[in-house]
């Protein structure tokens, strides 16, 4: 659920902060008062792409700021994110003057993509634009999965397993079938093939090797050194003698009480430096500069990294050039049987996939009556009791979602034929269907806010109320915000929020304010009546409010 917003010099907004509670909440406003403004905040909240232009004509910045319910799912990938949490989700983005952004969730700077990740479980931002989207009938699936609450996505998780091996194979195929395989081309393949079918090494292998080489050519340097210090060290002068010296002096002191322990600690330490010092040159000694050896990994080395160059730096590359050549060069030689494994092989994946596809369309019919069925009741309370609705599913070619060409198919009045829908209703209708759909799906996601920009547009009267009516019961379950230029909408809201425009100084300025009851019948009475707002239309703004 949206808590607050806070927006500041957004557009034509100065700076408001609103708090929101459950339920339905309208906010209207003469036109051009920033109703859509509101609209574009929330889309900001969602990832919406930011621009210069939503910064307020001599701000520096714009700052949009949401405060949302957390849930498991939003928790979830906060963790995956490494955000902390906590019962509040807190949205922040500034937008600078030159059009660049910042996003913060929980006041961690996060990318947008973080944020969209986000966005599904926030808002569900209803506007004019996504209501013609019912049009394009490529959204008619999502419609039906959403309702099913993606009841298909095991079975389609299933499909995609052998859709993608069936597409996998079906283009090495034709690659095969259109490759040049003369024999100059055999032959190429060959010459490759051959400097990289000993390649057997492994990253761990040729940092060793590396090592080995860099020990080398460093033996030289490491050799003086040595000697310098051998001779500070172990020499007749050297450290270790001259605490040997020094550890006997202190011996004939160590049968005083004070000196005993101090003498041990003393001579333990010096045994202990003695036998790092045998430790060292060991390891020294262990460093073999032998010539050929030193030839031989110069040469190995060379060649792995001409390879790495050529065919790619990690040895993946290499061994998936490897692995490409051995099997362009058995489908150069042994064409014929290779093409009849390969179409084999896509053969059967294409049955698995076309079985499970057949599943999809089953389960996708049965849902459909479903739907339908439940659509039709929900048209009813919004005045379209003859509109009848149709799923068609059609077969086509195999696909990412199946085999299924879905379609809704329409008839709005009595009689009238089955038509597709966007060939059939009106503005009117439309918007009372795409209502109708967000009711019977909204249970069924996992968003708990939904906002409706102006969905009553093309009605009036009755259809109205009867608009409103229904938006009021989703708000039985979910959080609605709805913007609206009708009163018929906006009385059965329980709560008003009234977007209001004036100007200072040649500046323009939009505000957002709750009304209380009083100023909920002067905003209804003025919706009612326009700029002249008569007693007969507070006393018509009263009788609608009180039902």
Known sequence: MLKSLFISSFVIID????????????????????????????????????????????????????????????????????????????ITKEILDNGRSTIKINYRTVTNSALKQVAPYLLDIHSQYQTQEIFNV??????????????????????????????????????????????????????QYDELKDFEYTDEIIDQLEEELRMMKNYESMHKYMTEFDEAMSDKQGALNQINDALGALGHMSNTESFNELYDEFYNQ????????????????????????????QEELFTIHRLQRKYGYSVDDIYQAQTELKEKLDAALNREDVLADLNKQKDQAYHEAYQIASKLTSLREEQG??????????????????AKLKVDIKECSLSDTGKDDITFMVSMNK????????????????????????????????MNTV?????????????????????????????????????????????????????????????LAVLNEDERIEEIAKMLSGDVITPEAIDNAKRLLQG
Not at 172 to 185: P, V
Not at 431 to 446: C, G, V, Y
Request: charged residues 30%; contains cysteine; hydrophobic residues 35%.
């Open 15 to 90: 700076q408001t902060t609103v708090d929101f509670d459950e339920g339905m909440t309208a906010l209207t406003g003469e036109t051009g008062a920033g109703k859509s403004i509101i609209i574009n905040a929330l889309e900001q909240l969602c990832g919406a792409r930011a621009s210069s232009s939503l910064v307020r004509k001599g701000s520096k910045k714009a700052v949009i700021e949401g405060v949302f319910d957390m849930n498991d799912s939003i928790q979830k990938i906060l963790d995956e994110l490494n955000i902390d949490g906590d019962d509040d989700l807190i």
């Open 369 to 386: 009556l479903i739907f339908v069925d439940t659509l039709e009741k929900e048209l009813k309370d919004l005045y379209l009791p003859d």
């Open 270 to 297: 010096y045994y202990s430096m003695q036998d790092l010092v045998d430790r060292i040159e060991t390891a020294f000694d262990s460093i073999d500069f032998d010539e050929y050896r030193f030839n031989e990994l």
């Open 138 to 191: 490529k959204n008619h699936l999502k419609i039906l999965q959403s309702f099913m609450n993606h009841q298909d996505d095991s079975l389609l998780s299933e499909y995609h397993k052998y859709y993608f091996e069936y597409k996998r194979i079906s283009q090495k195929l034709r690659k095969l079938e259109q490759e040049d395989l003369s024999d100059e081309r055999i032959e190429y393949y060959q010459k």
């Open 415 to 446: 009689g009238q034929a089955f038509t597709p829908l966007n060939e059939t209703a009106s503005g009117g209708e439309i918007s009372r269907l795409m209502l109708a759909i967000k009711t019977i799906t909204m249970n069924q996601n996992h």
């Open 451 to 511: 906002v409706f920009d102006e969905i009553d547009t093309g009605v009036s009267g009755k259809v109205a109320d009867a608009i409103g009516l229904k938006m009021h019961s989703i708000s039985l379950n979910n959080q609605v915000l709805c913007i609206t230029h009708l009163p018929q909408v906006a009385i059965h809201a329980d709560h008003h929020y009234a977007i209001k425009k004036s100007s200072h100084d040649e500046e323009t300025y939009s505000t």
